[in-house]
């Protein structure tokens, strides 16, 4: 009997699994590297790592060349150090007052994103006898979290006058530089390289500065600045369809599956919930163990293909939380035979590029979707040589 033995030691018995190439992801960090210089690399953890599993990605990320790591939420920076991480973990996200302890435990640096958060911060750490770690967040133009840039000026002051914060950054976000017109991204730019002028305006020394996610990273070299973030290119995914592939990637997370049931459906007969499909011809269908519940999206049904023996067939009827079903004609295909639902299998590959268009939806949303039930197994590099 086959059996998979996980990362963590627990063993799989369900033959769905993700598997994380970690080569691929050396390879893209590498890529990156050249690609921004001596810049720092803050790779982006955020979602379990766009759905790569949180831990062991965060850890070959560091290893292969990241000299930081970006999280959205408190839980996930305080996972990672539990995990014994000790690189430095900026949480990206806004605040709320009663988590700045736990940032300040944890050694966690904080957003900023106003004058209010910054003096509760400068409070805490007080009154807990510690030093904060704070990044400025300036709003140039994406409309979520920091201060307007036409306001910066106020919360650079506030922060020279905190006693107990220590200004490791300051960064904003751009809304569109995977995009081919430039002229949001620019300005965002323009924006934030004018609000930075106050400290050497004010004879203070110039803070990390930092703005270029994977889009900017790509197209515009420079908003490159002292450090970048890159999330979506490490894993080896490009952030819109039309932006300029100036890095090369390799695609880093593989979806895997086995077939789990065979059947000859008889023209004229449906399928599935809805009975959406209707087989137009006696054909062959299997049953593969993966659904909506795994993050298999049910606006697949219909439209999305699979890999077996190397060859695409499509998915029909409707994806159930569980189950699926693939027509493969008058092929043959066995109880367990490899699926491969994202990845390559021979000549042929999938892409979350492709689902994304299926669902009407971008890359980030499917890699993120697949749900925690799915194993992670982590492919280890082959040593070469003799
Ligand atoms: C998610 C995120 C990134 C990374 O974005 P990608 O498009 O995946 O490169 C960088 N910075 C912030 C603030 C983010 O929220």
């Keep these: 009997m086959m059996e998979n033995i996980f990362s963590d030691g627990s063993i799989a018995l369900r033959p769905?699994?993700?598997?994380?190439d970690l080569s691929a992801l050396r390879y893209n960090l590498a890529r990156i590297r050249e690609r921004v210089g001596d810049a720092r690399i803050m790779a982006t953890v955020k979602a379990n790592a766009y759905g790569h599993g949180l831990v062991r990605t965060a850890k070959e990320l560091l290893r292969s060349g990241a000299d930081e790591l970006g999280v959205?939420?408190?839980e996930e920076g305080i996972a990672l150090r539990r995990a014994g991480v000790t690189a430095p973990i900026l949480v990206l996200g806004g605040i709320i007052g009663n988590q700045i302890t736990h940032f300040l435990e944890y050694d966690l640096q904080?957003?900023?994103s106003s004058v209010f958060k910054l003096r509760q911060i400068d409070e805490t750490a007080a009154a807990m006898g510690r030093r904060a770690r704070v990044h400025i967040k300036i709003d140039t133009g994406m409309g979520r979290i920091g201060i307007r840039h036409e306001n910066a000026t106020r919360l650079f002051e506030a922060t020279g006058e905190a006693k107990h914060v220590d200004l490791c950054g300051v960064y904003s976000h751009f809304a569109s530089s995977h995009?081919?017109?430039?002229?949001?991204t620019e300005q965002q730019l323009k924006r934030f390289i004018e609000a930075l002028e106050y400290f050497p305006a004010n004879g203070l020394p110039m803070p990390m500065r930092h703005i270029a996610n994977s889009g900017a990273i790509l197209q515009h070299p420079d908003a490159i600045l002292d450090m970048v973030r890159p999330g979506i290119m490490c894993y080896g995914v490009y952030p819109g369809?039309?932006?300029?592939?100036t890095v090369p990637l390799r695609p880093v997370l593989s979806m895997k599956t086995r077939v789990v049931f065979f059947k000859v459906v008889l023209a004229g007969a449906a399928i599935g919930y809805d009975h959406t499909w209707t087989a137009p011809e006696d054909t062959r269908v299997v049953t593969l163990p993966v659904g909506y519940g795994d993050g298999y999206a049910r606006s697949l049904s219909n439209r999305a293909s699979v890999l077996i023996n190397g060859r695409r067939y499509p998915v029909v009827g409707r994806i159930s939380m569980d189950q699926c079903m693939v027509d493969i004609g008058s092929d043959s295909a066995y109880n367990g035979d490899e699926v491969v639902l994202?990845?390559?299998?021979?000549?042929?590959?999938?892409?979350?590029?492709?689902?994304?268009?299926?669902?009407?939806t971008?890359?980030?949303e499917i890699l993120t979707m697949i749900n925690t039930r799915v194993p992670r197994k982590y492919c280890v590099p082959a040593v070469h040589g003799s």
């Design 72 to 74: 959205a939420f408190l």
């Design 362 to 364: 971008i890359p980030y």
């Design 16 to 20: 769905t699994v993700i598997e994380v």
């Design 179 to 184: 995009d081919p017109d430039t002229r949001v």
């Design 342 to 360: 994202i990845g390559r299998q021979g000549e042929e590959s999938i892409t979350v590029e492709e689902l994304a268009d299926y669902c009407g």
């Design 110 to 112: 904080i957003t900023a």
């Design 241 to 245: 369809p039309k932006v300029e592939k």
